[in-house]
């Protein structure tokens, strides 16, 4: 597996990877959930270079995650804002959070509070299974080959789905 080439390849983590994962690319979307919108102030926050903060964001764009919007005209200037696919991908920043405030933390305590809107609590981020809403832990998951796997190598080798279930979960989608 090639590190230019892991948006071709038939693994959801690897593509995802490819759009999401360096560093830089982790602490923009970061600011961007935090609602930073501008160059100057990704600049300003992050301290990173021109060059490499043009990059990433450029890159963002491309995947579709971030959309740029004009909002001077003289001179040109351009915010960056979540696009639905870039929002998509708050649970995955959140989860990140929430393993670095539990495993990453010193004796200052979280740097960070969530608190829902809706009920005005603070929270904990949870992944949750979408049939039956319990609260999902790595040893009650068991993965099998989808549609999209190869049908050698790498992620071949779970076990496939029978034609049953997969026809069920097409059906659901």
């Known amino acids: 597996m090639k590190w ?8 959801s983590l690897a593509r995802t990877v490819a759009a999401i ?7 923009i979307l970061r600011e961007c959930f935090l609602r ?15 060059h490499l903060l043009s990059e ?15 909002y001077s005209e003289a001179p040109k200037r351009y915010e ?13 920043i959140m989860a ?23 009920c005005g609590k603070l929270f904990d981020p949870v992944m949750v299974c979408s049939e039956c809403g319990e609260v999902l832990h790595a040893k009650q998951v068991h993965v099998h080959a989808g549609p999209g796997a190869e049908r050698s190598g790498g992620v071949s080798e779970a076990p496939r789905l029978s034609k049953l279930k997969r026809r069920e979960h097409r059906n659901r989608s």
């Open 21 to 27: 994962g360096d560093r830089w690319t982790l602490l």
């Open 80 to 92: 960056y804002i979540l696009t639905q696919k870039g929002l998509d991908l708050y649970p995955i």
């Open 36 to 50: 930073v919108r501008r160059f100057e102030a990704f600049q300003s926050s992050l301290q990173i270079t021109r």
């Open 96 to 118: 990140m959070v929430h393993w670095g405030d539990a495993h990453m933390g010193d004796e200052r305590g979280r740097p960070l509070l969530h608190e829902h809107k809706s």
């Open 56 to 70: 990433r964001l450029k890159k963002l764009v491309r995947f579709g995650i971030l959309r740029r919007v004009p």
């Open 4 to 11: 230019d080439t892991l948006e071709e390849e038939p693994c």
